[in-house]
């Protein structure tokens, strides 16, 4: 029972899903349908989890009066708030019972994510927090660059000189510089000039930008991506036959 | 109320940039308000576009069409509804996460764990193999298919390609064989070699003498089906062999080379694709070869294998490198629209309600 | 007369009548050879209709299809078809129509009408003569002739779904072939048979990182990235935490380990105490050591970044899957100066661990690392076949770029066949 | 001296990054800006169109990289209701229905358009594939009301809009890989027309589908944006983006290349 059949159940449901990916015929789609919605009802439920172990680490903080206790108060509160506000509603027996200016009052309010009060919440709280945690990335980035970017050996020079040219491409200053460049330089008319009078050399720093993207980068993705992906269906194919199991953790 | 949120955002915005000095009670407070938060957040969106419409309500209907059935009155509505109560089987052990909260019968959640798990791993692999393996291999060979401009092959390329690919299946099927076996099975890579360097020959003596053979032609065929030939004695020689037969894998690949170019230079340089285009085509076919030896595991990183993985390693640098200096742009987007949010929306509202 | 519309039209009609052979300087032609078929390799839903493309020169300017069911009565089902828009992709010569609103259980036979109209070019004599002159009358203002010439009628057919799709035949070949390669080799694996693993860099560097912090009386800091449960990422980074888990249980160093995803915390608790109780420490082993966080991506990423900064822990691991987060962490821990040993195979993030980490597992490395740490032979001989993997890719795209150098494109085909 | 300037604060860096961002938002500064051949197709695109034609404008993004589909938005619906072209909202994430239906007031404000004859916002709806598959059959069938509830039958605009067929351009602005599937469904089913305005992470990924044509045009990130800006003759968010991160830029280049001389002067002091 505690493991025969959730290695039963794994197997099965695999074996669900990969055939009906090969199966075009009708009541393999519902099944595939079915699977995915029964995937999509379990899936919440996780959340159960997280939030169980969330409120038991913070009650153990505050109950041990760990470094910074107090915060943990916040944490209960942003969530508690966030829930009862996005959770609202009122009961159609308890609508019938108050006065009618409150009740319809009340019914017009919008439950759940379309509450005021959540959007309010979320566009204020948490969509600024997002997007201030994600922005740090420009600082970050700079300074990690600095850093790294040292010519020791001759791959941190590779990573280096691409990384500066990539950049450079990137900004219109990139090909303002090339360009005026190129008119300095000497270079025989032919070499400079197509047929048509346009310029052969004209924005070389995005030319060099998007070749560099195009040809190395690709290649180097696609070797990573290769490898991985074999990796990927090596461990689906354990998982499926019961040979990994390590996601049922330890024990008997 | 908008002036107020106009507010908060900025407080917090500038709670959390304070983090950058370093860690400070303004930080500590945006930080725990956003686990919360989102957490809170992350519980309301599961139960409204995960369990009501795809349980709840399905639910609910089947019990109205459950009780339409017990009164008697059957409509092929309530029928259809009756379906909806399948749902409550994935609904179960969805509930049965709540058994974490017991010592005794934590080891339930595997169940639905299992499922998930289960259920991801079968997604993928079809997936993955078709979309990632296959699709990036041919998109790696892909850009050779316009370069030829000469008529399909007749029986006797047939034959070469047949040769070819059976010859460097059976070569490599002789590198699967584990190091201390090879010896005795030493035949089986001269025959792969050996059949492969044979169907080479086939297709490349039709390709060319579909338009009459030229004396170029001959020297570069026989210089390429040579260069085959040394490269793969090399590779089939004994480890002791190998130090004195050192020049022949790279006179071998030159030889390849040179041969190739003296009979095809022409076609490419003349044909569908711009030579830059054949040069980029031929760096990816390179930069994959090499990166994906990198990744090569169960073989000692030594000799060849050794200079192909550094290869790859260089061209790995240089897609970082890449991928940085893009992401850059990206990233610092980011900080602008903050840092303008700040200033004109939030500082402007101040100067506004001054001014 | 009464010069009004009406009778203008019916002007035009009798007009049209009469021209009707002289309106079309080409000869019309009727579809042929029309085979109505199921659709191969659905769901039972559509029926494929085809025929021989009538080739433009013929003045055709659209189809008409025209179906029954169950030998009923034939009703147009879709018109003003672009004959452009329906030629096969790969023989043009060839047309298809995709019925797709069938009904289901009954049978449909077909009829499909090439459209002409008349807008020939006309020379000067014939606009000299009268009908020449009418026509020609008709067409400024607009009225243009359209003449249907029907198609014999196709047999009856019915729809059915299919149990399996043909075209997926090398696909579902290659993942046999592979699942076998993968067994077999984890068969001789556990069989005792000795797998050879590359050295790889920074592995050395996870015995120094967990030594430093014991001598500094710092604790460790192990994150496993964003991946959930099912995630291979994941699972190699839950492996090697295995064993970084007993060699801190044998130092005593506490090890730290913040979650994003609650059925990983489950997992990896029962992994780190089976650790513990392996080398015999149960007693060190502390649950609330390894926690949840948040789901939220920047949300966890500031909980870690505020520990790394209030703990200071000796060495960090950043191992698993990881989004824009990554660099966020990685700074941090450098910040602290902490060791670092990053491992991904999300290889967008990878430049920045290479960035600011000691050391980076790159793609397949992390879980080649832990299958050479953990020594285990499931994933020392899946290792193995994933080796085999790319042997046949490197031969896939040898012989396709060689063989297409000659003209010969089987490989390019199948490729494409599956993709 | 040297040994202090490599291993620096990193708050310096912060300092100067967060100095070098400020100072051109508060006083702008104008480089020349060059318009590269994608934002100059789309534009040439939009241009060409008649006055009464509709264009569709998702906003594929998450709320956390709004920067640079926001500008490309204000000068792709600045361009659209000077020339009298409607413009038809939606979008594919749920978490950016309250931001897109904000942005497009707005914009529309300051342009003088009026909703529901000149623009409507049909918000969203779950599922990805269902809803590009289905509003090339018929839209109403997907948005049977838009975002304010109102029915499609009673918005005037909508009147002439059943489907893909009625609309002449489908802008994705997007920071993930809707614009592939955009073009996968929509383009190669229903051969609607499609452009991109992508942020600066996905760009490279939409080269490929350019050089095919699937693609009418793109905008690049802010580079885009303050392109198609530079083009209209009306700078903007964009622009002041652009200038902002290309200062940005050269100073991350400056503060690489002296890095690494301080380095090479050490080692040679050092050897």
Request: net charge negative; proline share 4%; aromatic share 12%.
């Amino acid at each position: 029972m505690k493991r025969q059949v959730p290695l039963a159940l794994c197997f099965l449901f695999g074996v669900a899903m990969i055939y009906t990916q090969f199966s075009p015929h009708q009541y393999s789609e519902a099944v595939y349908n079915e699977v995915i919605k029964w995937g999509l009802i379990i899936s919440p439920f996780a959340l159960v989890l997280a939030v169980v172990t969330l409120i038991q680490t913070h009650t153990s903080r505050i109950r041990f009066r760990s470094e910074h206790w107090q915060y943990s108060f916040i944490v209960f509160i942003g969530m508690i708030v966030m829930v009862a506000v996005g959770l609202f509603f009122v009961p159609n027996w308890l609508l019938n019972l108050l006065p009618e200016n409150v009740s319809t009052a009340l019914a017009d309010v919008q439950i759940g994510p379309q509450n005021p009060v959540f959007v309010w919440l979320y566009d204020n709280v948490q969509v600024p927090m997002d997007a201030t945690m994600f922005s740090l990335l420009a600082f970050f980035i700079a300074s990690a660059a600095f850093r790294a970017f040292r010519a020791r050996a001759f791959e941190a020079t590779l990573l280096l000189i691409t990384a500066m040219f990539v950049m450079l491409g990137n900004i219109p200053v990139g090909d303002l510089v090339w360009n005026k460049v190129i008119s300095w330089l000497p270079l025989p008319e032919s070499w400079v000039l197509l047929e048509d009078g346009t310029s052969r050399m004209e924005d070389g720093a995005s030319w060099l930008r998007q070749e560099i993207l195009d040809v190395p980068n690709t290649a180097a993705r696609r070797g990573i991506i290769l490898g991985v992906s074999l990796g990927v269906i090596s461990q689906s194919i354990r998982i499926i036959l019961g040979i990994e199991r390590s996601y049922l953790g330890g024990g008997d | 109320m908008e002036v107020f949120g106009l507010w908060v955002a900025a407080a917090l915005t500038l709670c959390i940039y304070s983090f950058l000095y370093r860690d400070n009670p303004f930080y500590r407070f945006a930080e725990h308000l956003f686990v919360g938060i989102s957490v809170g957040y992350g519980i309301v969106i599961a139960i409204h576009q995960g369990v009501i419409p795809l349980a709840w309500e399905p639910l609910s209907e089947a019990f109205g069409g459950l009780w339409i059935e017990i009164a008697g009155d059957v409509t092929p509505e309530s029928r259809q509804a009756l379906w909806g109560l399948f749902r409550i089987i994935p609904v179960c052990i969805g509930l049965l996460f709540f058994a974490r909260l017991s010592p005794n019968y934590a080891w339930l959640i595997r169940y639905p764990i299992a499922i998930l798990i289960g259920f991801g791993a079968g997604a993928a692999i079809p997936n993955v193999l078709q979309a990632n393996i296959f699709k990036q291999t041919q998109g790696t060979v892909a850009p050779f298919v316009t370069i030829h401009t000469a008529d399909p092959a007749s029986w006797v390329g047939t034959v070469g390609a047949v040769l070819m690919v059976i010859g460097v299946i059976i070569t490599i099927s002789y590198f699967l064989i584990s190091v201390e076996q090879r010896d005795s099975f030493k035949w089986l890579s001269i025959i792969g070699i050996g059949l492969g360097s044979w169907g080479f020959a086939f297709v490349i003596a039709d390709s060319i003498t579909n338009d009459g053979l030229t004396a170029t032609e001959i020297v570069g065929s026989i210089l390429m089906v040579l260069g085959l030939l040394g490269t793969g004695y090399y590779f089939v020689s004994s480890v002791e062999q190998r130090n004195t037969f050192k020049w022949l894998p790279i006179a071998g690949i030159s030889l390849l080379i040179i041969g190739f170019i003296v009979i095809y230079g022409n076609t490419i340089w003349n044909g569908n694709l711009t030579p830059w285009e054949v040069f980029s085509a031929v760096l990816i076919v390179i930069g994959v070869f090499c990166t994906l030896t990198y990744f090569f595991f169960s073989v000692e990183h030594r000799g060849a294998i050794q200079w192909t993985s550094k290869i790859g390693i260089g061209f790995l640098m240089i897609g970082f490198g890449a991928a940085f200096g893009n992401t850059v742009m990206g990233r610092l987007a980011l900080m602008i629209h903050r840092v303008g949010f700040l200033i004109n929306d939030w500082l402007g509202s101040i100067v506004a309600l001054f001014g | 007369m009464i010069y009004n519309k009406t009778n203008f039209c019916v002007l035009a009609c009798l007009v049209l009548f009469l021209c009707g052979t002289y309106a079309f300087s080409q000869e019309p032609v009727a579809p042929s050879n029309v085979v109505a078929k199921d659709t191969p390799n659905d769901d039972g839903t559509s029926i494929t209709v085809t025929w021989d493309t009538i080739p433009e020169e013929s003045g055709i300017v659209s189809y008409t299809i025209l179906r029954n069911t169950d030998a009923g009565e034939f009703k147009e089902i879709a018109d003003k078809i672009n004959p452009k828009e329906i030629l096969d992709k790969k023989k043009p010569n060839l047309s298809k129509y995709k019925d797709t609103k069938i009904v289901k259980g009954k049978s449909h036979a077909y009829i499909v009408h090439a459209v002409y109209i008349d807008d020939a070019p006309m020379d000067s004599e014939e606009i000299l003569t009268l009908i020449g002159f009418l026509r020609r009358l008709l067409r400024m203002f607009g009225y243009k002739s359209e003449m249907h010439i029907p198609s014999e009628q196709t047999a009856a057919v019915k729809a059915t779904g299919q149990w399996f799709h043909t075209g997926k035949t090398p696909l579902f070949l290659a993942m046999l072939l592979f699942s076998s390669a993968i067994v077999w080799n984890i068969y001789h694996a556990r069989s005792g048979r000795e797998v050879f693993i590359r050295r790889i860099p920074g592995l050395e560097a996870v015995e120094e990182a967990i030594g430093r912090a014991t001598e500094m009386g710092r604790s460790i800091l192990y994150v496993l990235g964003l991946g959930g449960v099912d995630n291979v990422a994941t699972i190699a980074s839950m492996t090697i935490l295995g064993q970084v888990a007993r060699r801190t249980a044998d130092y005593e160093t506490s090890l730290r380990v913040p979650c994003n995803d609650p059925i990983v915390l489950n997992v990896v608790r029962e992994m780190v105490k089976t650790s513990y109780l392996d080398v015999g420490r149960p007693d060190a082993y502390n649950e609330d050591d390894i926690f949840f966080l948040t789901t939220d991506q920047f949300a966890y990423a500031a909980g870690v970044d505020g520990m790394m900064i209030r703990e200071k822990p000796a060495a960090v691991f950043l191992q698993g899957q990881f989004y824009a987060e990554s660099l966020l962490m990685a700074e941090t821990g450098n910040s602290i100066g902490a060791i670092q040993i990053a491992g991904t195979d999300s290889e967008h993030q990878l430049p920045f661990f290479i960035a600011a980490c000691d050391y980076t597992l790159i793609g397949e490395e992390l879980y080649a690392a832990s299958a050479y740490l953990s020594k285990e032979p499931m994933l020392l001989g899946s290792l193995k076949g994933q080796d085999w993997g790319k042997l046949l890719i490197f031969a896939a795209i040898i012989l396709g770029v060689s063989l297409e150098f000659f003209g010969i494109n089987w490989i390019t085909t199948l490729l494409r066949s599956v993709s | 001296m040297l040994e202090r300037f490599m291993n620096m604060d990193r708050r310096i860096i912060f300092l100067l990054i967060a100095l070098v961002v400020i100072i051109p938002t508060l006083i702008p500064v104008r480089l020349r800006i060059t318009v590269s051949e994608p934002t100059q197709k789309l534009y040439d695109y939009i241009e060409a169109l008649p006055s009464g034609s509709n264009i569709m404008l998702a906003f594929d993004y998450g709320p956390s990289s709004l920067a640079e589909p926001e500008p490309m938005a204000k000068a792709v619906m600045q361009h659209c209701f000077s020339k009298g072209i409607n413009v038809i909202g939606m979008t594919l994430f749920p978490s950016t229905v309250t931001l897109a239906d904000k942005l497009m007031k707005k914009i529309a404000d300051e342009n003088n358009a009026v909703y529901g004859e000149d623009y409507v916002f049909l918000g969203y709806r779950p599922g990805t594939l269902p809803v590009i598959l289905g509003m090339g059959t018929n839209i109403a069938n997907v948005f049977d009301k838009d975002y304010q509830d109102t029915p499609l039958s009673d918005i005037p605009l909508m009147a002439n809009v059943k489907n893909y067929d009625q609309i002449s351009l489908l802008l994705d602005l997007a920071s993930s890989s809707t614009t592939e599937t955009w073009i996968i469904y929509a383009n190669t089913k229903y051969d609607l027309k499609i452009a991109a305005g992508v942020t600066a992470v996905i760009i490279a990924q939409m080269y490929p589908y350019l050089q095919t044509g699937q693609l009418v045009g793109m905008m690049p990130g802010y580079l885009g944006a303050a392109e198609y800006e530079k083009l209209l003759n009306a700078p903007g968010d964009g622009t002041v983006g652009l200038n902002t991160a290309s200062f940005a830029h050269l100073l991350i280049i400056g503060l690489v290349i002296l890095g690494n001389i301080a380095f090479f002067i050490q080692r040679r002091k050092e050897a």
